[in-house]
């Protein structure tokens, strides 16, 4: 007898690095995407805060509002980041308790289980899958281990149970070939927030049969560079040096450059707020020969602003990659009339020497697969949009048609059918 409180059929969770998504399926039914925030919106941002005036925890767009309102608190975003490094267990203090940081991606994922109860009537599907990218870390097999442990025990203390895991880019060519009418050999591609990655897998109506698809799956590759890397080059390159970054001191040399490199990380901005960074930081002043970017970096780091000036670099960089035009980053909360922008130009620039790397693990992966080339590339994740990223795609794989998938729930949805 199946038990009361779960409910037969299996739940995908896409837990990204910028945007998570809950998938569920029936047996012998369709997945469908469950809202997660509000009843029409489907995936939400991998984000909360912890507000410290009402002592409650905001989940997703309402916590980015709440930190971007100027509540009293403080935000987290790219926890996924965290996994596989030893941040992982750094304790912090949340309403008044000292939780780690796969504690708060717990909470992150119970807040998943109960939005998913919400709209099944109160039940959890039988089974549950996470998915995983190719490779948390880098060349790295042991930390890579513990990053899918740890993100298994955070399910555990989300209520979750045992959850199994499906590899992130195996789950979005899942959602594609429910669309397929005939077979093809075809590289999914999957450039997110924190990771790309990569499978040249059979996929048609005969193959979608087989119980097991190990046979199908052709060669994988993944490598750690997505969005938030992106975010990170344009926020160093076009934005910190109005605070000082290759600014020249009184005695000629350049301000330490460590803390704008950690101001442009979005896992990392939280760590610049105790009280020993802001120390650091302070000591910057003799460094600097122009007061006025000092006084514009402190403004930053007193107010806690680094997470809403990523966003706006973020934001820019959208507006920019989807309207193919000049996008200004506002800035006007820092000092008015202070501007800065992402162009076109700027993205194809600045980011060609990492989409470089992306494009080559892509190669490799065709390469192993032993395919002269695939029958179609499969778009999926937020920065497969960037027009730059299909350009080079296009350069090395020409001739190839490419297919734009669902770039935000694909995965969930292929999970659901794992
Ligand atoms: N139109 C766009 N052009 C360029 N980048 C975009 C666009 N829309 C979203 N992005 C970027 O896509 C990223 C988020 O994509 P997605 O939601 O697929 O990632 P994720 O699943 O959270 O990350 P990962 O799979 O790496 O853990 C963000 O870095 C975001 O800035
Ligand atoms: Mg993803």
Not at 89 to 115: C, M, N
Not at 126 to 138: A, M, Q, S, T
Not at 236 to 261: A, D, K, N, T, W
């Amino acid at each position: 007898m199946a038990d009361v409180l779960t409910v037969p059929g299996t739940l995908g969770i896409d837990f990204g690095t910028s945007n998570s998504a809950a998938a569920y399926r029936a047996p012998g039914q369709a997945a469908r995407l469950l809202p997660l925030e509000g009843a029409a919106a489907t995936g939400m941002p991998t984000a909360l805060f912890f507000n410290t005036e009402e002592q409650r925890t905001h989940f997703g767009r309402d916590a980015m509002a709440q930190y971007l309102e100027g509540e009293e608190g403080r935000l987290m975003r790219s926890l996924k980041s965290l996994l596989g490094s030893s941040l992982l267990q750094e304790k912090t203090a949340v309403h008044g308790k000292l939780v780690s940081y796969q504690d708060i991606i717990g909470i992150f994922l119970k807040r998943v289980a109960d939005q998913t109860r919400r709209a099944l009537d109160g039940r959890l599907p039988e089974r549950v899958v996470l998915g995983r990218p190719v490779h948390f870390v880098d060349a790295h097999p042991e930390r890579d281990r513990q990053a899918q442990e740890s993100l298994a025990a955070a399910a555990r203390t989300a209520g979750l149970g045992e959850v199994s895991f499906q590899l992130e880019p195996i789950a979005a060519a899942l959602d594609y070939e429910q669309r397929l009418e005939r077979e093809a050999v075809v590289l999914v591609v999957d450039i997110g927030g924190g990771t790309s990655d990569f499978t040249v897998v059979r996929l048609g109506p005969a193959q979608a049969r087989h119980a097991d698809r190990t046979q199908d799956i052709l060669a994988t590759t993944g490598v750690h560079i997505g969005g938030t890397d992106f975010d990170h080059r344009l926020n160093v390159e076009q934005l910190m040096p109005l605070l000082g970054y290759r600014h020249l001191g009184p005695s000629g040399r350049e301000v330490p450059s460590s803390v704008f490199f950690d101001l442009s990380t979005w896992h990392l901005i939280q760590w610049l707020y105790s009280p020993k960074a802001l120390a650091a930081a302070r000591a910057l002043r003799s460094d600097y020969r122009d007061l006025h970017l000092y006084q514009r970096l402190m403004r930053v780091l007193d107010a806690r602003e680094g997470h809403r000036l990523a966003n706006a670099v973020e934001q820019a960089k959208i507006a920019a990659s989807s309207r193919h035009a000049a996008a200004a980053v506002e800035l006007g909360w820092l000092e008015p009339d202070l501007a800065a922008e992402i162009t076109p130009e700027v993205l194809g620039d600045l980011l060609q020497a990492l989409l470089q790397q992306v494009v080559a693990c892509a190669a490799e992966c065709v390469q192993q697969a032993g395919v002269a080339a695939p029958d179609a590339i499969y778009l999926t994740g937020g920065s497969s949009a960037l027009r730059t990223l299909r350009d080079a795609l296009r350069q090395q794989f020409p001739g190839v048609p490419q297919v734009e998938g669902d770039l935000f729930g694909g995965v969930a949805t292929g999970l659901a059918y794992a």
